[in-house]
Structure formats: C-alpha cells, structure tokens
C-alpha cells in the first residue's frame, strides 16, 4: 500500500468515529461505528483464544 492510500484509509476510519449507527449502547447512548468495530474487535480476538485453546485440549 502506498503512503496516499493508507492516509486516505486512516481518514475513512477516522470519520467512523462521528458516524452513529441505528443501535444504542447498553447505557442508552447512540453507538458509533467505531465504537462497534472496536468491540467486535476485541469481541472476535477473544473469541479465537477461546476457541484456539478448546480445539487444543
């Protein structure tokens, strides 16, 4: 990837930080995209080690 690319994809992600979704957190706050994309993130990292460590035993 070039240098103008990966600038242009950084200043996509970063507008995801302003752009809501249609579904509210548990505490009744409106999400962001990123905030959901963080989440699923972590959600899925988590989820590998899980069952990585599962398939191993």
Known sequence: MEEKELLQALAVAERLKDTTRHCYT???????????????????????????SNLES
Do not use: D, P
Not at 31 to 39: G, P
Not at 40 to 48: A, K, R
């Open 26 to 52: 548990s505490k009744g706050r409106q999400e962001s995209v990123a905030e959901h994309s963080w989440m699923m993130t972590l959600i899925v990292g988590n989820s590998i080690k899980f069952i990585n």
